[in-house]
């Protein structure tokens, strides 16, 4: 923005320059004709020539105040929605850090339940519907909502006539956040759609809870077609965020032998957070090398030491820290192509809390 401002400051100091210039020879060539007239009889300045080129100045600065948008309208389709939806995403994450691996989790909680669908966005509707956001594993725990109804809507006001699904804006934002976080980027790939209902029972049934044993979420993760690596490679988005001390001082949430930061003995409120590592807002191997050293913060995270092959696993990751990097990029690929459910009614969602107006009528 300054660059902008110092070159469109000194444009038009030129500007000034180059009118008064006009005006000194205007006035001294007809002094000078008044004097003399004979001696300047054929001389003819190009008076237009000369206002001509400083009119070409205020049009070359006006294209440079305009260029962001003639940018924008140079993007491929594709390239306008990641830009937009980039935008917003990292505006919220300069704002507050906790917000990336908040949008981070959204996109898992929303893939894992029925397949990324954008379910996890529908606000309930007192007495008609009921949506995932407040089933236990998300009530005052999932956030940043906003963010992708804001990234939704930046969507449609830069890329006019590009149709994207709030499923698409979920998996963009997760990519987003891993990558501003420190992280390795990915490619996304749009064309998901959204659902016209969701699964309440189901965000309890199929997602991953921090009371979970080993053998219980090598079973959620095998019902979602991911190996045993991509699984500890998954647990890996552990690295940054917060747990909330209610979670954490839950019995049969936490690993006994975690050193927390939470009162446990006080009255406790969702502003109350626990770390997830010791650097929770850089996207790094750290939460590996807390797991070696037995101080997991979750229960389900710390057993990954307790089996042999997902405790080399986690060794692999402690060890190298570009090695869990590509495993996790490419585990977020494969999760981010996880189908909705067989014979799901699906749409483009306009607002991504409420399905389409045309298609109330089928839920």
């Given at each position: 923005?300054?660059?902008?401002?110092?070159?469109l400051?000194?444009?038009?100091s030129?500007?000034?320059?180059?009118?008064?210039?006009?005006?000194?020879?205007?006035?001294t060539?007809?002094?000078?004709?008044?004097?003399?007239?004979?001696?300047?009889?054929?001389?003819?300045?190009?008076?237009?020539?000369l206002?001509?080129?400083?009119?070409?100045?205020?049009?070359?600065?006006?294209?440079?105040?305009?260029?962001?948008?003639?940018?924008?309208?140079q993007?491929?389709?594709e390239?306008?929605?990641?830009?937009?939806?980039?935008?917003?995403?990292?505006?919220?994450?300069?704002?507050?850090?906790?917000?990336?691996?908040?949008?981070?989790?959204?996109?898992?909680?929303?893939?894992?339940?029925?397949?990324?669908?954008?379910?996890?966005?529908?606000?309930?509707?007192?007495?008609?519907?009921?949506?995932?956001?407040?089933?236990?594993?998300?009530?005052n725990?999932?956030?940043?909502y906003?963010?992708?109804?804001?990234?939704?809507?930046?969507?449609?006001?830069?890329?006019?006539?590009?149709?994207?699904?709030?499923?698409?804006?979920?998996?963009?934002?997760?990519?987003d956040?891993?990558?501003?976080?420190?992280?390795?980027?990915?490619?996304?790939?749009?064309?998901?759609?959204?659902?016209?209902?969701?699964?309440?029972?189901?965000?309890?049934?199929?997602?991953?809870?921090?009371?979970?044993?080993?053998?219980?979420?090598?079973?959620?993760?095998?019902d979602?077609?991911?190996?045993?690596?991509?699984?500890?490679?998954?647990?890996g988005?552990?690295?940054?965020?917060?747990?909330?001390?209610?979670?954490?001082?839950?019995?049969?949430?936490?690993?006994p032998?975690?050193?927390?930061?939470?009162?446990?003995?006080?009255?406790?409120?969702?502003?109350?957070?626990?770390?997830?590592?010791?650097?929770?807002?850089?996207?790094?191997?750290?939460?590996?090398?807390?797991?070696?050293?037995?101080?997991g913060?979750?229960?389900?995270?710390?057993?990954?030491?307790?089996?042999?092959?997902?405790?080399?696993?986690?060794?692999?990751?402690?060890?190298?820290?570009?090695?869990?990097?590509?495993?996790?990029?490419?585990?977020?690929?494969?999760?981010?192509d996880?189908?909705?459910?067989?014979?799901?009614?699906?749409?483009?969602?306009?607002?991504?809390?409420?399905?389409?107006?045309?298609?109330?009528?089928?839920?």
């Amino acid at each position: 923005m300054g660059f902008r401002l110092s070159h469109l400051s000194l444009a038009l100091s030129f500007v000034a320059l180059a009118l008064a210039g006009v005006a000194i020879y205007k006035n001294t060539y007809e002094a000078m004709i008044m004097n003399n007239g004979s001696l300047l009889q054929n001389v003819s300045p190009n008076l237009d020539s000369l206002e001509s080129g400083v009119a070409s100045i205020l049009t070359l600065n006006n294209k440079k105040r305009n260029s962001d948008k003639y940018l924008r309208q140079q993007l491929t389709p594709e390239a306008c929605v990641f830009s937009a939806v980039r935008g917003v995403v990292e505006s919220a994450i300069d704002a507050e850090t906790r917000m990336g691996a908040s949008l981070i989790r959204l996109h898992f909680h929303d893939c894992f339940v029925d397949g990324c669908d954008g379910g996890i966005l529908l606000d309930d509707i007192n007495g008609t519907f009921t949506g995932e956001q407040n089933s236990p594993p998300n009530a005052n725990s999932a956030r940043g909502y906003e963010v992708i109804a804001q990234a939704k809507q930046s969507v449609i006001d830069t890329c006019p006539n590009i149709s994207v699904s709030c499923a698409d804006i979920l998996a963009i934002a997760a990519r987003d956040s891993v990558a501003k976080l420190g992280g390795q980027t990915y490619n996304v790939a749009l064309g998901r759609s959204d659902a016209r209902t969701a699964n309440f029972s189901g965000a309890i049934n199929q997602l991953p809870a921090p009371f979970d044993n080993l053998t219980v979420q090598i079973q959620k993760f095998s019902d979602k077609n991911f190996t045993l690596r991509e699984m500890v490679a998954l647990a890996g988005a552990h690295t940054v965020g917060f747990a909330r001390c209610s979670t954490v001082c839950t019995s049969g949430n936490v690993n006994p032998a975690a050193q927390l930061q939470c009162n446990c003995s006080a009255t406790l409120t969702d502003s109350d957070l626990q770390q997830l590592d010791t650097t929770p807002t850089m996207f790094d191997k750290v939460y590996y090398d807390n797991l070696n050293s037995n101080q997991g913060i979750m229960f389900s995270d710390q057993v990954l030491t307790g089996d042999a092959t997902t405790a080399g696993f986690v060794t692999d990751y402690s060890n190298d820290v570009s090695v869990f990097l590509g495993d996790f990029a490419a585990a977020m690929i494969k999760m981010g192509d996880l189908p909705p459910s067989a014979g799901a009614q699906l749409e483009i969602r306009d607002v991504c809390s409420r399905v389409n107006p045309t298609s109330v009528a089928s839920m």
